[in-house]
């Protein structure tokens, strides 16, 4: 059996996730009915993350087992064929046959987007969330690097998850703007359900009430971080500002 790793694209607006659901589009299910078009046998993929309803993807890996003898660039050309134009490969390779696309990752780093301005954009409603309130980026970027290390991250875990331990190792983290642009970038060996969006939220919730005063808010957010509880943290940043940027492995 040979192991195929693709590198993929996608914009989630349209679909539930990447986890296949019961009678609604996923990225999963949808990139498993283009394999099986293309290589005339059911095929299940493996993906490195379990992307929400509405998450984006510049990055995402999933790995498949097969023993179709079509050539390697035809995984990518041929899938693109099959695929909505909002899902693409970038890239097909083989990989060895222990390669796991979510078992050996090492970390994977995604970014928010908010478009920060008096009004909001026709063209990339569906990639950056609209936030019109000023946002101190200095006093955002602060907390980003205060939260470098190995943290507890039960107060930004969605409600309902059932991961048992919500313990990460953060690699790195960081906010800045370029124009009307803010970006939120954060690196993990792993992520509890919702953290990213829930940690964005908090942020921005911790830098209005103390008026972007970086130790204040800073220490606010801390404050929430090790009460561990979910209903002290800020709301969620909608999805559509999420994007899955890269995931790392050991090759």
């Not at 908010?114 to 409603?125: G, K, M, T, V």
Request: charged share 20%; glycine share 6%.
């Amino acid at each position: 059996m040979r192991n195929i790793k693709l590198v993929l694209e996608y914009d989630g607006t349209n679909y539930h996730g990447w986890q296949i659901q019961p009678n609604f589009p996923t990225i999963q299910g949808t990139v498993e009915k283009a394999l099986t078009q293309l290589t005339k046998t059911p095929i299940k993929i493996i993906g490195a993350g379990r992307t929400d309803s509405g998450v984006h993807a510049q990055g995402q890996v999933a790995n498949f087992y097969t023993d179709s003898h079509i050539p390697i660039v035809a995984f990518q050309k041929g899938l693109n064929t099959f695929l909505p134009r909002d899902i693409v490969v970038c890239s097909a390779t083989e990989a060895d046959a222990d390669f796991h696309a979510r078992f050996s990752a090492t970390s994977r780093q995604y970014r928010y987007t908010i478009l920060n301005r008096a009004y909001p954009s026709a063209l990339f409603r569906s990639i950056a969330y609209f936030y019109p309130a000023p946002v101190d980026v200095k006093a955002a970027d602060v907390i980003c690097q205060s939260i470098i290390g190995k943290w507890d991250f039960s107060s930004f875990q969605k409600t309902g998850s059932d991961r048992l331990n919500p313990v990460c190792q953060i690699f790195g983290a960081r906010c800045w703007k370029i124009g009307e642009y803010v970006y939120f970038e954060i690196e993990a060996d792993s992520f509890l359900r919702g953290m990213v969006r829930a940690i964005v939220g908090t942020i921005l919730k911790c830098i209005k009430v103390t008026s972007g005063n970086a130790d204040n808010a800073c220490a606010q957010f801390h404050h929430i971080l090790n009460t561990k509880d979910r209903a002290l943290a800020g709301t969620s940043a909608p999805a559509n500002g999420l994007s899955l940027i890269r995931v790392e492995y050991n090759d």
